[in-house]
């Protein structure tokens, strides 16, 4: 593959990537970190690291992708900075955990991860099922504590937690504007300390690709990020004209398949 198709591809995963994020409210690392995988298979890449580099450049796309998001919720008072502020602590400290962890893992092993995740959100979306408000906002320590577990599971997974942040905030009986633009605020320092993480981690890897920074192949990154923001607000559009309940089942059925092909691989 010469490097102008393969960027080609990135820019189409890109305009997917927005396009789904927008339509269904998800992150686009949950789309991103599956297509990632596949592609880094056909440019003959090592599955020893094909995970690992999916996943530290799909946190380095959130890093661009998220400060679009964070000034939206924020002009519509959306962020909850109190909750942010003492989560973002924990989520730095557990996302450089994280990405040091999925380090540990091989290639193989990280993806079965990968796919775990994958089918169970699949599940979730299948099902509708959401935590039930059940508690307050813990203290400071609290939100430091659950910071920590969200930054270091997404940095596994190469997501920018909404996935995670937003159930949690629910179930502390946050309103949901306000759970969506706080956990688009944490998406952040997720990202952030998770791409260095994978920097860190990365570097100097025998494996990598031309155009690598430790974890993060710099092609994919400029193509999806060039194209993702734009079709994020296409994808929202689009929300507002196509019975998203059926789309979301769809999608859902989509990543059960992804999952599984993950699993049985």
Not at 92 to 121: H, K, R, Y
Not at 172 to 188: D, E, I, K, P
Request: glycine content about 14%; aromatic content about 10%.
């Amino acid at each position: 593959m010469t490097l102008i198709y393969v960027f080609a591809s990135y820019l189409a995963l890109g305009a997917l990537a927005g396009t789904l994020a927008g339509l269904f409210g998800i992150g686009g690392g949950l789309i991103i970190v599956p297509v990632l995988i596949f592609s880094f298979g056909l440019q003959g890449i090592s599955p020893e690291i094909a995970a690992h580099l999916a996943v530290g450049t799909s946190l380095a796309t959130i890093v661009f992708t998220s400060l679009s998001s964070i000034r939206s919720h924020h002009r519509h008072g959306a962020v909850r900075w109190d909750i942010f502020r003492p989560m973002a602590v924990g989520i730095v400290v557990g996302a450089i955990i994280g990405a040091w962890s999925a380090s540990l893992l091989s290639g193989p092993a990280l993806e079965l991860v990968i796919g775990v995740f994958v089918i169970a959100v699949a599940i979730k979306m299948l099902t509708g099922a959401n935590p039930k408000p059940g508690r307050v906002v813990p203290g400071q320590p609290g939100l430091v504590a659950s910071g920590g577990v969200i930054g270091w599971a997404s940095a596994i997974f190469g997501i920018g937690g909404g996935t995670l942040t937003v159930p949690y905030m629910t179930w502390c009986n946050v309103r949901m504007q306000n759970a969506v633009g706080t956990s688009a605020a944490c998406g952040l320092p997720i990202a952030v300390a998770g791409a260095l993480g994978n920097i860190w981690t990365g570097w100097g890897n025998t494996y990598l690709p031309e155009y690598s920074v430790g974890f993060i192949y710099l092609p994919a990154l400029l193509g999806i990020i060039l194209t993702s923001v734009v079709f994020a607000r296409v994808g929202a559009t689009l929300a507002h004209r196509l019975d998203a309940v059926v789309l979301k089942r769809v999608f859902a059925v989509v990543l059960l398949l992804v999952g599984l092909r993950f699993l049985l691989s």
